[in-house]
Nanobody, 121 residues
Framework: QVQLVESGGGLVQPGGSLRLSCAAS????????MGWYRQAPGMQRELVAG???????NYIDSVKGRFTISRDNAKNTMDLQMNSLKPEDTAVYFC???????????????WGKGTLVTVSS
């Protein structure tokens, strides 16, 4: 089995910063795509930032220049540095990883349970 655990959420004032982390553990051979998603109350889950195994990144327009996604392939971890946070960034943030396990050649999607980010004064 594979498990993803997020950390780093919390309450921050507008203009502040937070760093989210996601660590994968289990029978992992390789991790391809990694991404951070968020879901605000009453809204659909959306992809905030993604990063390929080779380091290619993509961001939604609303976070470009403020958020930075990174990964460590050796440690099976992923971070999201969030700067200049705005109230509209308030949401539950989920990490997702596309994993090839040691026991199978299939690529499976795994999700963390989510961490709450609240931006408020």
């Amino acid at each position: 089995q594979v498990q993803l655990v997020e950390s780093g959420g919390g309450l921050v004032q507008p203009g502040g910063s937070l760093r989210l982390s996601c660590a994968a553990s289990g029978s992992i051979l390789r991790i391809d795509f990694m991404g951070w998603y968020r879901q605000a109350p009453g809204m659909q889950r959306e992809l905030v930032a993604g990063i390929s195994r080779g380091g290619r990144t993509n961001y939604i327009d609303s976070v470009k220049g403020r958020f930075t996604i990174s990964r460590d392939n050796a440690k099976n971890t992923m971070d999201l540095q969030m700067n200049s946070l705005k109230p509209e960034d308030t949401a539950v943030y989920f990490c997702r990883m596309d994993v090839v396990r040691t026991t199978s050649t299939n690529i499976l999607n795994y999700w963390g349970k989510g961490t709450l980010v609240t931006v408020s004064s």
